[in-house]
């Protein structure tokens, strides 16, 4: 690959196309004909969320024809004629890329992330939330949502001040990242209210990752020099593993609001599970 930083080449059909080709710890670019490329964002916006935008392409096209080709928004695209590639220009171009896909992944953590805790945002959310209820309706897989309510936080902000609450919501954030699965997305949804969507997920084993998150709550936790003990309230709903075909992302938020209100009716870190299909 001479200059090109490049680790892997895979060749692939838009068909075959799916979030487990896509390596979503490094740079990830699609090489493709423009007679192709429309194919393949049709494909991108069925298999991919927004965040999950971890590619740039590079779209081969005929001179007269590129005006005409459409882009994706959050996504880094560049566009070449077929006669004027030359060796030294694709190097200049894949490196152009990653460049620019290296500032745009700047861009989008500002757009999808909280900056304290750097969980995701409500915006995230919502959109990997309505990906996942169609993921699930499509491939006939349960799905399981848990919300958050950090008890007596007020409390602590007025106890130890400001700087102590954000360093719990920092705390409540890793205890979470560190039980929670890679394809899970954790969010803070505002203030001390938090989310954790499980995808392909049972209620059963959304439990055991439930038991570990309150079993690391239990203990208590050195915050700048003062010992706090990290209550939360929590509410859980899961699908059946054939979710009904009216199922959609808000009644989900709803159910696990409901549960989070019977969890508040216990002293301490409870959890209330909710099972309305």
Same mark, same amino acid.
């Given at each position: 690959m001479g200059n090109l930083p490049v680790n892997?080449?895979?060749?692939?059909?838009?068909?075959?196309?799916?979030?487990?080709?896509?390596?979503?710890?490094?740079?990830?670019?699609?090489?493709?004909?423009?007679?192709?490329?429309?194919?393949?964002?049709?494909?991108?916006?069925?298999?991919?969320?927004?965040?999950?935008?971890?590619?740039?392409?590079?779209?081969?096209?005929d001179s007269k024809a590129s005006k005409n080709i459409k882009t994706l928004n959050l996504a880094t695209i560049d566009f070449v004629p077929w006669d004027s590639l030359t060796v030294f220009l694709f190097e200049h171009l894949i490196n152009s890329l990653i460049r620019d896909f290296e500032q745009n992944q700047i861009l989008q953590n500002l757009a999808h992330y909280d900056p304290l805790t750097k969980a995701?945002?409500?915006?995230?959310?919502?959109?990997?939330?309505?990906?996942?209820?169609?993921?699930?309706?499509?491939?006939?897989?349960?799905?399981t949502l848990i919300l958050f309510d950090l008890d007596d936080f007020k409390i602590v902000n007025d106890t130890f001040g400001h700087e102590i609450g954000?360093?719990?919501?920092?705390?409540?954030?890793?205890?979470?990242d560190k039980c929670k699965r890679d394809t899970d997305t954790l969010a803070r949804l505002g203030g001390d209210e938090f989310a954790l969507l499980l995808p392909n997920t049972s209620s059963d084993?959304?439990?055991?990752?439930?038991?570990?998150?309150?079993?690391?709550?239990?203990?208590?936790?050195?915050?700048? $020099?003062?010992?706090? *003990? #990290? @209550?939360?309230?929590?509410? =859980? %709903?899961s699908t059946p593993a054939q979710?009904?075909?009216?199922? $959609?992302?808000?009644? *989900? #938020? @709803?159910?696990?609001?409901? =549960? %989070?209100?019977?969890?508040?009716?216990?002293?301490?870190?409870?959890?209330?599970?909710?099972?309305?299909?």
């Amino acid at each position: 690959m001479g200059n090109l930083p490049v680790n892997n080449v895979t060749h692939c059909t838009t068909q075959k196309l799916n979030y487990d080709i896509v390596d979503a710890k490094d740079i990830n670019i699609f090489i493709v004909d423009e007679f192709v490329y429309p194919r393949l964002l049709s494909k991108i916006k069925t298999v991919f969320s927004l965040s999950q935008y971890n590619f740039s392409i590079l779209v081969l096209t005929d001179s007269k024809a590129s005006k005409n080709i459409k882009t994706l928004n959050l996504a880094t695209i560049d566009f070449v004629p077929w006669d004027s590639l030359t060796v030294f220009l694709f190097e200049h171009l894949i490196n152009s890329l990653i460049r620019d896909f290296e500032q745009n992944q700047i861009l989008q953590n500002l757009a999808h992330y909280d900056p304290l805790t750097k969980a995701a945002n409500r915006r995230l959310f919502d959109d990997r939330g309505n990906q996942i209820v169609k993921r699930s309706k499509r491939h006939k897989e349960p799905l399981t949502l848990i919300l958050f309510d950090l008890d007596d936080f007020k409390i602590v902000n007025d106890t130890f001040g400001h700087e102590i609450g954000d360093s719990l919501l920092i705390k409540f954030t890793e205890i979470v990242d560190k039980c929670k699965r890679d394809t899970d997305t954790l969010a803070r949804l505002g203030g001390d209210e938090f989310a954790l969507l499980l995808p392909n997920t049972s209620s059963d084993n959304s439990k055991v990752i439930i038991d570990k998150i309150i079993n690391s709550l239990s203990k208590e936790y050195i915050l700048n $020099n003062n010992k706090v *003990l #990290i @209550k939360a309230s929590i509410g =859980a %709903v899961s699908t059946p593993a054939q979710p009904p075909l009216n199922l $959609n992302f808000q009644s *989900l #938020i @709803k159910s696990a609001d409901m =549960a %989070v209100y019977e969890a508040k009716k216990v002293k301490g870190t409870s959890v209330h599970y909710v099972s309305p299909f």
